[in-house]
């Protein structure tokens, strides 16, 4: 920087903000286009789409997943891409729901794939319900589903009342 050029304040605190969307973006995706797909589709078989609300894929279950394994899941990546491999070889994204349910429930029953289903439902209920701040829960899909009103510093006792409806916070951990 040249000598003569003074920093306003104004700049060195605009500089300070980074935008959440630039934090978002530099979450780097770990899955291609068609890995997601399968995901999407499989997941979307765990928590479909129905009356009481939108399915795992539209509530970011893959986007959760996906941003896990470009941090702290990593590790895991090779195994649930040989899963959805192997579920793309049974060209699982073409079949109806109810074909789609019959592979689940046989892989969910198989020796080698069993692990795979196990985690891949785990995963996808941490990115249904979990705080969606963490990239799942779009919309608070998952807490509207079980009625969950967000976390809370205190209750009135009025709210701690059986029976009573309690007022959605929408907040979440990282906001």
């Known amino acids: 920087m040249p000598k003569n050029k003074v920093l306003s304040r104004r700049t060195v605190i605009a500089g300070a903000f980074v935008p959440v969307s630039a934090i978002t973006a530099a979450v780097k995706a770990t899955l291609s286009p068609p890995e997601r797909k399968i995901l999407e589709a499989f997941v979307d078989r765990l928590v479909p789409h129905d009356e009481y609300g939108p399915s795992a894929g539209e509530a970011g279950v893959v986007d959760y997943i996906d941003r896990s394994l470009s941090d ?6 090779p195994a649930l891409l040989k899963g959805l491999a192997a579920l793309d070889a ?9 074909q789609q349910d019959d592979v689940l429930t046989s892989i969910e029953k198989s ?10 439902r785990q995963l996808t209920m941490e990115g249904m319900f979990g705080d969606p701040f963490y990239g799942g ?3 608070y899909a998952g807490w509207d589903l079980i009625r969950y009103p967000g976390p809370r510093l205190a209750v009135s006792p009025e709210e701690q009342k059986a029976g009573v ?3 959605p916070v929408r907040g979440s951990h990282g906001h």
Do not use: H, Y
């Open 72 to 77: 702290f899941l990593a590790p895991e990546k």
């Open 165 to 167: 409806e309690i007022k």
């Open 137 to 139: 829960n779009r919309g």
């Open 111 to 120: 020796a080698d794939l069993r692990p795979f289903f196990l985690r891949v």
């Open 90 to 98: 049974l060209r699982f994204t073409a079949m109806s729901p109810a």
